[in-house]
């Protein structure tokens, strides 16, 4: 029972120490100058024309640029952190058609591309009813001054009509 204990733990042991061995060598060319965009975040990934998104990068050490068809190119700047990561903000365009888009990231002379990153939302077809202007308009004080006058003159019936049943 000791010996099969032994075994395992000798077991655990020499694979934790095949991936750190693995690993460091990815970790030192991340440090190099071999970086490459990678990871590429939409904050919201559903948007209004006319709404900011925010995308984050990793692998972009020095900043780039972000081009979509929803609203052309925009500035990434470089952020500190261990990721070497980039940000930048975008306003969606009033005329980008609703449906789903692809960005590309360009960083240090290399590009990536995120199918579908992030989708544009229509906007509703709502007419004049009442979207146009805030407040009362004057068919609305025309229609509540007629519903008040109606109230009033129905309310005089009821009272005289009372009134009159109580004589006989």
């Known amino acids: 029972m000791r010996t099969t204990r032994l075994l395992t733990a000798a077991a655990v042991s020499a694979a934790a120490v095949a991936a750190l061995g693995l690993a460091a060598p990815v970790a030192v060319a991340r ?21 900011q998104i925010t995308v984050t990068v990793d ?6 640029t972000m081009t979509s068809d929803a609203f052309g190119t925009a500035t990434l700047t470089s952020i500190s952190g261990t990721n070497q990561s980039a940000r930048g903000t975008a306003t969606i365009s009033d ?4 449906g789903s888009y692809d960005l590309t990231v360009t960083c240090s002379g290399r590009t990536l591309v995120s ?17 146009s202007s805030t407040g009362a308009t ?3 004080i025309a229609i509540g001054g007629g ?9 005089g019936v009821f009272w005289m009509r009372r009134r009159a049943e109580r004589r006989i």
Do not use: E
Request: aromatic share 2%; hydrophobic share 35%.
């Open 147 to 155: 519903l008040v006058a109606a109230a009033v003159a129905g309310g």
């Open 138 to 140: 004057p068919t609305d």
């Open 59 to 64: 692998g972009c050490p020095q900043g780039g």
């Open 31 to 51: 440090d190099g100058m071999n970086v490459s965009p990678s990871n590429i975040v939409v904050q919201p990934s559903v948007i209004a024309r006319g709404g």
């Open 95 to 98: 005329n980008a058609r609703p």
């Open 115 to 131: 199918p579908r990153a992030f989708t544009v939302l229509g906007g509703v077809r709502g007419g004049l009813g009442g979207s």
